[in-house]
């Protein structure tokens, strides 16, 4: 029987670097391993040094191991040629073009993402060959809805025969027949025997909370996790140096933390100077990790080569910030785990003292953006206490589905619908797509305004952002093709039309919006955002600015840091050439970052004027 | 390339009855318009009509294109004016496996005539 071994845990924690390294220990070791994504911005070509793609792929210098990127795009378009190709030849040309139109909306992309990734998992005869299989999989939150899929799936099915035999999956409609194989992927995944879950995690209050978060997810779809690994341990030897020291001391109060609180079997792993790239690497931090050898300051590193750091002028960058007499919608995007929210919210913050009338919120469904405020956020625009003119809401996609449902239930009332119809609209609406669907709906809703002089979103991690903000062009093409039953139909979706089309207009125009890109000077963040950023470029958005977080001070006092802090500098510079925007620089701090005062005085250090900018955090 | 999807064949020993009243859809992301970004109240009077019908213990089955086209290939008329009037034709009303009307969406009262006039 194959084996699996799935990696979770917030975007940035050293997932795919952990799950390269099992993988390739586990080849080593004779067994046939394969390690798959289903990471819309996947690194795992970055880490083995080589093109993978979406298909089984063997690694090079690697015996026993392949990998393959489950890219959405292909997966959807796969799907929608298998749906198709029986109906190409009997229906008339239009007929299968609006079909396919269809097909290409965002729901068929979870569908068929998802039915590739279970592909996997289905014990038959579709991978005897491997006796490992390791997925290294999406951040969070959107693991956690990608396995409450089958969950869903199977009830939205139950529920679809015995009701009115519709569901909202649209293209999925036709899922009744693969109802065994997401009941048998849940079995699977069930099955303590066949199924490992291991949760990495840094030291830190928001990892461990969400850890717990996502365990205490698991456990209620029966699936209970086994291993936790903290990654990131500073050494012992940087006790010497005071910004480490400081670090390490509030990790060791997370470490007991850890121990009382998630009592699973623990290993850690030490943070190391270097990156980790390619096998022989990998074979390395393996004999770190599961040997316990000591881990030696990388000496390539070391001897870097010096290469001077230019920094952008604050008042390039808080052009980009500032509202320029319209209103200023700022994005911050990125990989999970770079300090998305902390960017945004301490920009948030730096915004509303100056007197402008600022609404922070954000799209990410594992969001953490009242850890960092240091007190609640809800799912309605509430005022901030402690600081005139900043307001913040989350959309919570469960929230704003209940919402959505309301909002039309009560509409289908007014208009005196009985209430047999608004049963089954109830029941068509328990799909797992209206989640998405009323996500976006309020996205656009504060999107489109007027209100606010700033809105800044805090966004979801890179992929799942990408297809969030690429759902308006979805739509527009989508309602395009619909064929409407009704006039008043066709009149409600042009505004709706015409609603998108705003929103569009505004997130192309600089001189409104401002997509600031948010990395830690390491190759993998840099990458993703680089590959958003060209992604976005398609629908004719580009970056305007640049977050370079956790930069590591120049002068340091022990050869690891110093050896880190090379490396930083080294990507500091290819961040410059691969992003044509200015970059402002967040110093790794000594501690977390929580409250307002702490946002305030980083604000100051941000946006403020050249003298703050130079005095030491 | 992977086998063909399964998804548009039929379960073995699953076999239907076939429906009195059969209503061939124009492509929707949802058979009541709810996936969209408003309500369209002329699917929902389609939904009631058809709780209505059910309510008198007739079978009613709703198909797609994407959904059920084993349902549109296996009904000759349904394909013939799908071929000939292409989107227009939809939606297609079928009482007792006879087309009784095209383009648009039956009454109660215009599926009662039909029934009445076909009954057995």
Not at chain 1, 175 to 184: F, R
Request: charged residues 20%; proline residues 7%.
């Amino acid at each position: 029987m194959t084996q699996f071994v799935f990696f979770s845990g917030k975007g940035g924690v050293g997932k795919t670097s952990m799950a390269c390294t099992h993988a390739v220990r586990y080849a080593d070791e004779g067994q046939r391993t394969l390690i798959v994504t289903t990471d819309p911005a996947s690194n795992l070509a970055d880490v083995f040094e080589q093109t993978i793609g979406h298909q089984v792929t063997p690694i090079a210098g690697v015996k026993n191991l392949w990998a393959m990127e489950i890219d959405p795009d292909t997966a959807t378009q796969e799907y929608i040629d298998r749906a198709l190709s029986p109906l190409r030849a009997a229906f008339p040309a239009q007929m299968v073009r609006v079909m396919e139109e269809q097909m290409s909306g965002p729901c068929t992309a979870e569908v068929a993402a998802f039915d590739r990734f279970t592909d996997f998992i289905v014990q038959d005869k579709t991978f005897p060959e491997f006796d490992l299989i390791i997925f290294d999989t999406a951040p969070t939150g959107h693991t956690i809805r990608l396995l409450e899929l089958p969950a869903e799936w199977s009830q939205s099915i139950d529920a679809a025969s015995a009701g009115s035999g519709q569901t909202c999956i649209g293209p999925a409609a036709a899922i009744q027949d693969a109802k065994h194989k997401y009941e048998n992927a849940l079995a699977a995944l069930r099955n303590e025997a066949l199924s490992i879950f291991i949760f990495v995690l840094h030291p830190e209050a928001i990892a461990i909370r969400e850890t717990k978060r996502a365990i205490g997810e698991l456990g209620k779809l029966g699936i209970y996790t086994h291993r936790l690994i903290v990654n990131s341990i500073i050494p012992a030897s940087e006790k010497i140096n005071p910004l480490f020291a400081a670090r390490s001391e509030m990790q060791a109060r997370y470490l007991e933390q850890i121990k009382a609180e998630l009592p699973y079997p623990t290993q850690r792993m030490t943070l190391l100077s270097g990156e980790i790239q390619g096998a022989a690497r990998l074979r390395q931090v393996g004999k770190i990790f599961f040997d316990g050898e000591s881990a030696p300051v990388d000496s390539e590193t070391r001897t870097g080569k010096t290469v001077s750091v230019m920094t952008s002028s604050i008042k390039e960058i808080r052009a980009r910030i500032e509202p320029n007499g319209q209103r200023r919608t700022l994005f911050f995007a990125g990989k999970g785990g770079v300090g998305k929210t902390v960017a945004s919210c301490l920009t948030a913050v730096w915004l509303a003292q100056q007197g402008h009338k600022t609404l922070l919120l954000t799209t990410d469904p594992a969001a953490h953006l009242g850890d960092v405020l240091g007190q609640p956020v809800g799912d309605a625009p509430a005022p901030i206490t402690g600081l005139q003119n900043l307001w913040a809401v989350k959309i919570d996609p469960k929230a704003a589905a209940e919402t959505y449902k309301a909002r039309i239930l009560n509409d289908a009332r007014q208009r005196g619908r009985p209430e047999s119809a608004i049963k089954v609209i109830e029941e068509e609406l328990d799909s797992p797509c209206t989640e998405e669907m009323a996500a976006f709906d309020q996205f656009i809703d504060y999107a489109s305004q007027a209100d606010w002089e700033a809105v800044v979103f805090d966004t979801a991690p890179t992929g799942h952002t990408m297809r969030l903000l690429e759902l308006p062009m979805d739509w527009s093409q989508q309602i395009d093709v619909k064929v409407f039953a009704s006039v008043e139909g066709n009149a409600a979706d042009d505004v709706a039309k015409q609603r998108f089309g705003q929103v569009i207009a505004m997130m192309r125009d600089p001189a409104q919006s401002t997509f600031a890109f948010v990395m830690y000077p390491e190759s993998t963040p840099i990458l993703e955002a680089w590959r958003a950023a060209q992604e976005l470029a398609t629908v004719g958005i580009y970056p305007g600015l640049v977050v370079a977080n956790f930069v590591i001070p120049p002068v340091q006092v022990t050869p690891f840091a110093q050896a880190r802090r090379n490396m930083q500098v080294k990507y500091l510079a290819e961040i410059r050439t691969r992003f044509n925007t200015p970059v402002l620089e967040i110093p790794l701090l000594p501690q977390e970052v929580k409250g307002l005062e702490m946002l305030a005085e980083l604000g100051w250090l941000a946006y403020g004027d050249e003298v703050h900018q130079a005095e030491p955090v | 390339m992977p086998e063909p999807i399964t998804l548009f064949t039929t379960i073995p020993g699953q076999a239907v009855p076939a429906a009195e009243v059969e209503l061939f859809d124009p492509p929707m992301c949802c058979p009541t318009g709810l996936c969209g970004p408003a309500l369209d109240q002329t699917l929902l009077d389609v939904s009631e009509m058809i709780m209505a019908l059910q309510r008198e213990n007739l079978r009613v089955a709703r198909y797609q294109m994407t959904s059920h086209p084993n349902a549109f290939l296996s009904n000759v008329d349904v394909m013939k004016l799908v071929r000939e009037k292409q989107m227009e034709a939809l939606p297609i009303t079928v009482v007792r496996g006879t087309v009784v009307k095209v383009g648009a969406y039956p009454s109660v009262a215009e599926i009662h005539t039909a029934l009445n006039g076909t009954a057995s």
